[in-house]
């Protein structure tokens, strides 16, 4: 049974610069939740797809957006990097039902550094 | 806005014994979900226990164990036994409970580093 999978693993992006991150979550889910992890920091809830649509979206500008696909993969994208994007970007997936005490399942994330 | 707070940077401990990390968090929700995980070097989240706060029962996996004080807004992580593997990072997680077509979001704490000595 995989687990969630994350693409690539290591990203050096210039300034200005476009990105697409990738996530296949694990199987069984139907829910994929991104997250930015600066170095030294617990991560930040970027936003959460699901039926292909955005339904959360935490304090992150415009720059961030997203994608999620009929087989529940998801993208995630980033405009015009900044310095400050250089994090560990977080996947998480998961099984969307009313009453859930799931901790979601993680990927292994993207390392992304902005030069 | 929820938010969780760890105090301790960094937590070091003997093999074999025994170290309690602390989270206190904010909410004004009365229905929730907390949360310990594990991030080793490999950088991948492990969930490590789950807690609802509905249940007043502390929750138990084999060596870990949590200590749930709901009024006091206190939720620490209890490891004993304590194994060279179970050096990482830890971070302690709130989420909301899922409504219409969402899922709450985790919101973590800045972690605890702990060290495990031979």
């Not at chain 1, 200005?16 to 930015?36: E, I, M």
């Not at chain 1, 994608?67 to 994090?87: I, K, T």
Request: with cysteine.
């Amino acid at each position: 049974d995989a687990g969630v999978t994350q693409s690539p693993t290591h990203l050096i992006k210039t300034r200005g610069q476009q990105v697409t991150l990738r996530c296949s979550p694990k199987s069984g889910h139907d829910t994929v939740s991104w997250y930015q992890q600066a170095l030294g920091q617990g991560p930040q809830f970027i936003f959460q797809y699901y039926e292909e649509e955005e339904r959360q979206r935490g304090n992150f500008p415009d720059r961030f957006s997203g994608h999620q696909f009929p087989n529940y993969s998801s993208e995630l994208n980033v405009n015009a990097l900044l310095l400050g994007d250089s994090a560990l970007y977080l996947c998480a997936s998961s099984f969307n039902r009313r009453r859930s005490d799931d901790g979601y399942t993680f990927g292994s994330g993207t390392r992304l550094t902005v030069v | 806005a929820q938010t969780v707070t760890q105090s301790q940077p960094e937590m070091s401990v003997q093999e074999a014994e025994t170290v309690t990390l602390s989270c206190t968090y904010d909410t004004s929700e009365s229905d929730y979900y907390l949360f310990w995980y594990k991030q080793p070097p490999s950088r991948q989240m492990i969930l490590v226990i789950r807690q609802e706060a509905y249940k007043q029962q502390n929750a138990t996996e084999n060596r870990f164990s949590v200590n749930f004080q709901k009024a006091a807004k206190s939720f620490s992580l209890k490891i004993s036994d304590s194994q060279l593997g179970d050096a990482a990072m830890y971070f302690c997680a709130y989420r909301s409970p899922n409504y219409g077509g969402s899922q709450g979001n985790l919101i973590f704490g800045k972690g605890t580093k702990l060290s495990v000595k031979p």
